[in-house]
């Protein structure tokens, strides 16, 4: 790739270029070795999630609406009935900038112990997707989810398998998609129509699907958390204090494809 051009390998040819690229602002993507790394404005993304051959990028424009998607130690965020603390664990992006989660070891149990983002106010009715990358502590279940909204629900994601264990019936799809470091990034999708002012929620849950004990040993590994316009999760957006809006990919070919 080069500013503007996406070169194609065979036929070596200008025929098989893709040309006149587009994208007015920086993007990310899953590099060769599996990170995720800035891409500058303009230039093709060649995207290596799931391993293999790349793909080439070109997604509509996206806004992540959480304005702290890595500082989780902000007051934005909500810690229910927990703790976090900066760790050298390393994260998707291969830099030692990881959450780790504690339950605040009040004793007793919940089902409430994690993450919050309470009065995300959405700006249109329509379909949105809200995603998180997460990782096992010695809690191996998570639910996420959303409330207050149109519609409420919570699916479980299992981050030692990688699988859903159950997809809320409000979510229209559930995802769990393999990283780096033993990540998953868990993405689920929702109708919002009505009310669109409510709470963005990872928790942690037992291998059941149910309460911990908050014992101060249950802990979780978490970064870049989303929220976005679309009816799927994209890919990721970083934001430190405000929205962030990445642009639209386009791309002409002044070439014959076939």
């Given at each position: 790739v ?7 390998v ?5 025929n098989a270029?893709f ?17 995720i790394v800035d ?8 995207d290596?999630?799931g391993?293999?051959c ?8 996206a ?7 890595e500082?989780f130690s902000?007051?934005?965020w909500s810690?229910?009935e927990?703790?976090?603390t ?7 992006d291969?830099?030692n900038?990881?959450t780790l989660?504690?339950?605040d070891?009040?004793?007793g149990?919940s089902t409430?112990v ?8 959405l700006?249109s009715?329509g ?5 998180i990358f ?12 959303h ?7 919570y699916t479980?994601f299992?981050l030692?398998?990688g699988v ?5 019936a409000?979510?229209?799809?559930a995802?769990i998609e393999?990283?780096?470091?033993g990540?998953y ?5 929702f109708?919002?129509t ?7 929620n990872?928790l ?14 249950n802990?979780?590994y978490?970064y870049?958390a ?7 999760a994209?890919s ?6 405000s ?10 070919n002044?070439g014959?494809l076939?």
């Amino acid at each position: 790739v080069n500013t503007g051009k996406a070169y194609g390998v065979l036929p070596n040819s200008a025929n098989a270029d893709f040309a006149s690229f587009v994208s007015d602002t920086d993007g990310t993507r899953v590099d060769e070795n599996g990170l995720i790394v800035d891409v500058e404005a303009n230039v093709p993304r060649l995207d290596y999630t799931g391993g293999g051959c790349p793909s080439l990028l070109l997604e509509p424009e996206a806004t992540n609406l959480i304005e702290y998607s890595e500082d989780f130690s902000n007051d934005y965020w909500s810690k229910s009935e927990s703790v976090i603390t900066s760790t050298n664990n390393v994260s998707p992006d291969g830099t030692n900038n990881t959450t780790l989660l504690t339950d605040d070891n009040s004793g007793g149990t919940s089902t409430g112990v994690g993450l919050k983002k309470f009065a995300l106010t959405l700006p249109s009715a329509g379909t949105y997707a809200f995603s998180i990358f997460a990782k096992k502590g010695t809690v191996k279940v998570v639910k996420f989810g959303h409330a207050g909204y149109s519609t409420e629900g919570y699916t479980y994601f299992n981050l030692e398998t990688g699988v859903v264990v159950s997809k809320a019936a409000t979510h229209e799809t559930a995802t769990i998609e393999e990283h780096e470091n033993g990540f998953y990034k868990i993405a689920i999708t929702f109708e919002d129509t009505v009310d669109l002012t409510g709470s963005f929620n990872l928790l942690m849950a037992s291998d059941a699907g149910g309460a911990i004990t908050k014992d101060g040993t249950n802990t979780l590994y978490t970064y870049g958390a989303q929220a976005e316009k679309l009816p799927y999760a994209s890919s990721y957006i970083p934001t430190n204090g405000s929205t962030v809006t990445r642009s639209e990919d386009s791309s002409g070919n002044t070439g014959d494809l076939s």
